[in-house]
């Protein structure tokens, strides 16, 4: 039962997900990359991040915000509010599966 609560936390936060960044981040203004590419991206760094923080590695997030932030620093330069925009979106994502696995792992001690 523990493992189904956990699948399904992940598969709700991956897709769910998308929506309230979506709207978000279009909130805050226009974008300039491939919105598809960004969901797709999405959906799976929020799958990464409950999968690590199940598996027990939650500093995972913290070494692959460092390597997004890393990769994109070169546009601080062109455009901060494109960087703006960009830390938003991975602080959201991060937090929307952050929450969904602790609601997971409350439901587990429940039941």
Same mark, same amino acid.
């Given at each position: 039962?523990?493992?189904?609560?956990?699948?399904?936390?992940?598969?709700?936060?991956?897709?769910?997900?998308?929506?309230?960044?979506?709207?978000?981040?279009?909130?805050?203004?226009?974008?300039?990359?491939?919105?598809?590419?960004? =969901?797709? *991206?999405?959906?799976?760094?929020?799958?990464?991040?409950?999968?690590?923080?199940? !598996? @027990?590695?939650?500093? #995972?997030? %913290?070494?692959?915000?460092? =390597?997004? *932030?890393?990769?994109?620093?070169?546009?601080?330069?062109?455009?901060?509010?494109? !960087? @703006?925009?960009?830390? #938003?979106? %991975?602080?959201?994502?991060?937090?929307?599966?952050?929450?969904?696995?602790?609601?997971?792992?409350?439901?587990?001690?429940?039941?």
């Amino acid at each position: 039962m523990e493992f189904l609560i956990k699948i399904g936390a992940i598969l709700i936060a991956s897709l769910l997900g998308n929506y309230p960044v979506k709207y978000l981040l279009k909130y805050l203004g226009s974008q300039t990359e491939d919105e598809k590419t960004a =969901a797709w *991206v999405g959906i799976l760094e929020r799958v990464m991040y409950m999968g690590a923080w199940f !598996l @027990g590695y939650p500093q #995972f997030i %913290a070494v692959w915000l460092t =390597a997004k *932030v890393v990769g994109r620093w070169g546009e601080r330069a062109e455009s901060r509010g494109k !960087l @703006g925009r960009f830390l #938003f979106g %991975a602080g959201l994502s991060i937090s929307i599966a952050v929450v969904f696995a602790l609601v997971a792992e409350w439901l587990i001690t429940k039941i």
